[in-house]
């Protein structure tokens, strides 16, 4: 019996990872359809997302069957408690992803952004996919020295994102309604998507340490 709920649990992390490599698919696919104006690519994302979200909602049945068949406790709890709210946050990534490409499906054949921003949103999505696959490898290891990269990565986005609203604020900005709300919209999507993953990594890190910490240092 102990087996058995042992190959459950390990279900529960494979299925984690299998819908962690899916979101890190979609967000690569939708930041480059937002910064090439690629619609085919963007409807990729936006079909794909369905499927992503039906992974979800499996796993979240498997962990509800286990917590009433087997009545975890300790670490074993905390991984079937914590595999619930992951899920929630790469279901969110996920969404993230589809709302980036809808942006780009939108304004083809134009590209989302003007010429003075593009460059801060292809760095901006550089970063989202180096957190996605950092994200994917960490629920793979639990390996919590990729959290603390998650945490930098995060950092520098949010970053990009105030250089964003510092941008369409200013006194030099020339772009229309139009772009000041789209500019606005996608960069709060792509912020979002890295704090999201930020709150996964830090349940790993709990799991693996019995920390709440991902860095050491306090979060300013």
Known sequence: MREVF??????????????????????????????????SLAETVIANDDKIDALTVSLD??????????????RDLRIVVSALR??????????MSEHIAQ??????????????LRSTFAEMGRLDV???????ELLRTE??????????????????????FD?????????????TVDATLASRYHERF???AVSIAKKVQYLATGDWQVSSTPAS
């Open 6 to 39: 042992q190959q459950e649990l390990r279900e529960v992390q494979e299925r984690l990872v299998e819908i962690a490599t899916l979101v890190e698919v979609s967000i690569e696919n939708a930041t480059s359809a937002f910064n090439e104006s690629n619609v």
């Open 61 to 74: 049945e498997l962990a509800i069957n286990i917590l009433a068949r087997q009545q975890p406790v300790a």
């Open 86 to 95: 992951i899920s929630s946050s790469l279901e969110r990534m996920g969404d």
């Open 103 to 116: 942006l780009a499906r939108y304004r083809f054949p134009e590209k989302v952004v003007p010429k003075t």
């Open 130 to 136: 180096e957190v996605a696959r950092k994200l994917t």
């Open 143 to 164: 390996d919590v020295a990729i959290a603390e990269q998650i945490r930098n990565d995060d950092d520098r986005i949010d970053e990009l994102h105030l250089s964003v």
């Open 167 to 179: 941008k369409v604020l200013g006194e030099t900005w020339k772009g229309g309604a139009e772009d």
């Open 194 to 196: 890295a704090d999201h």
